[in-house]
């Protein structure tokens, strides 16, 4: 699967939209690779012990909770730069979900960028409270983009 320049500047504009409402500054930087399914099951497997393709893995460089991340970001010296992380986001198993679930790649593509992109703020659905704290603020995200369920 091709990697659009439509794809790039709407994964730019989540991570931007995301910088802006959890107050990253441009010293915060962030990975995203797209793959295909094989790469991300190795990593599935190596990292998590899950033998299966998954649609996003996020590998936080801090791993803190969403209640310890911004304050450590927001006071961190405007000279030096800090790598929040990786977000890897498989291709194949997001056009699979885009049809699966009645909306176009390019949404699907913005949903997984901002749930990696959680994650790497200390976000996480383990229990059903944080959960729906995580649905929430994804939602909050891209609906601030334009982004809805429909597209």
């Not at 990253?24 to 190596?46: F, G």
């Not at 649609?55 to 000279?79: G, H, R």
């Not at 009645?102 to 959680?118: D, F, Q």
Request: hydrophobic share 40%; net charge negative; proline share 3%.
């Amino acid at each position: 699967m091709t990697v659009t320049p439509a794809m790039e500047q709407m994964l730019m504009q989540v991570l931007n939209k995301a910088a802006e409402v959890y107050g990253l500054t441009p010293q915060n930087e962030v990975s995203v690779v797209l793959a295909d399914d094989e790469y991300i099951h190795k990593l599935n497997r190596q990292y998590r012990n899950k033998d299966v393709p998954t649609d996003v893995l996020s590998f936080a460089m801090n791993d803190q909770s969403a209640d310890d991340a911004e304050p450590d970001i927001a006071d961190t010296p405007e000279d030096i730069e800090i790598l929040l992380g990786d977000i890897v986001i498989s291709l194949e198993t997001a056009a699979r979900q885009a049809v699966e679930f009645g909306h176009s790649l390019e949404r699907e593509l913005a949903y997984l960028t901002i749930h990696g992109m959680l994650h790497l703020l200390g976000y996480d659905h383990e229990c059903e409270e944080d959960k729906t704290e995580m649905r929430q603020e994804e939602e909050h995200v891209l609906s601030l983009l334009g982004i809805t369920r429909e597209q």
